[in-house]
């Protein structure tokens, strides 16, 4: 696939047929060992056909153009930052620490932050957290919807641009996590409000 066609494309494919490839390796590989007793697929081979059948769809359904491509990557940002808020909305609703169930940080996933919650000092800087990780959300969903709608890959300068909005909101669900993990209990709220500034920063910069 030539570069000319759009970085965005060109991850996505090279991703997919990396997921193939291997899955079809790791299949073989339990192919290699004999069957059990009962004359059935092991547990393992069983597993192995499912992956290989998923990332196959996976292949057949891969984008056509850069445009598609990084609709499809703004889509995937997009999730992780709902994901994001929803954690933390909920959290709040029920007046304690977030569950860590989707950022999945192992640092700060430890049974002795559960059983904190947050001090009222800390609750007046999780609503304007709350309205930044929300203002996140609304950003990558109009975007989304511009480059569905206007996004063009007539010439090389209409698809690097494509690239450059999918490297730049490729940014903000990292950010919207690290937001999300420096609220959790004990808040720092020196490091909060410090990471927000940052943050801020850098996107003016850009």
């Known amino acids: 696939l030539p570069p000319e066609r759009g970085m965005t494309l060109h991850k996505a494919v090279r991703d997919t047929t ?30 192995c056909t499912g992956s290989v059948w998923e990332a196959c769809d996976r292949a057949a359904h891969l ?21 994001a808020l929803d954690e933390l909305e909920q959290a709040l609703a029920e007046g304690g620490a977030p569950s860590h169930d989707v950022l999945e940080d192992e640092e700060v996933g430890s049974a002795g932050n559960r059983e904190i919650g947050w001090s009222e000092a800390d609750l007046q800087l999780l609503g304007p957290c709350v ?14 919807g511009a480059v569905k709608t206007w996004g063009q890959v007539a010439t090389a300068e209409q698809v690097a641009q494509l690239d450059g909005l999918a490297d730049a909101a490729g940014d903000v669900s990292p ?26 920063g850098r996107r003016e910069a850009a």
């Open 18 to 47: 990396t997921e193939v490839a291997e899955g079809l390796l790791r299949l073989t590989a339990t192919l290699l060992h004999p069957l059990p007793h009962s004359g059935s697929p092991s547990q393992e081979q069983l597993i």
């Open 63 to 83: 984008p056509q153009d850069n445009q598609a491509a990084v609709a499809s990557a703004l889509s995937s940002c997009l999730a992780a930052v709902k994901d």
């Open 131 to 144: 309205g930044l990780v929300k203002a996140a959300k609304a950003s990558l969903k109009k975007l989304r």
């Open 175 to 200: 950010s919207v996590d690290e937001l999300v993990l420096s609220t959790y209990p004990p808040m720092n709220q020196l490091t909060l409000r410090l990471n927000v500034s940052y943050r801020a």
